[in-house]
């Protein structure tokens, strides 16, 4: 697991990191005709969304640990 250094460029660094292991990448990709086809909801699958989180889902809980 990497550790990102500074909250400013944690974003960039995980998208490069992604954008760097091409087997993850394709993964993760969604194409329009798939977003097109299942809404943001594949999005959600795709990315390992919590159920809370993702559109229609319950709110977690307080006291509930989000990932």
């Given at each position: 697991?990497?550790?990102?250094?500074?909250?400013i460029?944690?974003?960039?660094?995980?998208?490069?990191a992604?954008?760097?292991?091409?087997?993850?990448?394709?993964t993760?990709?969604?194409?329009?005709?798939?977003?097109?086809?299942?809404g943001?909801?594949?999005?959600?699958?795709?990315?390992?969304?919590?159920?809370?989180l993702?559109?229609?889902?319950?709110?977690?809980?307080?006291?509930?640990?989000?990932?």
């Open positions: 697991m990497y550790v990102y250094d500074s909250p460029t944690c974003a960039w660094e995980g998208g490069s992604l954008a760097s292991d091409k087997k993850a990448y394709g993760k990709v969604v194409t329009r005709k798939e977003y097109l086809e299942y943001s909801n594949i999005c959600s699958t795709r990315f390992d969304t919590p159920r809370g993702q559109e229609g889902g319950k709110e977690p809980a307080d006291d509930e640990d989000v990932y």
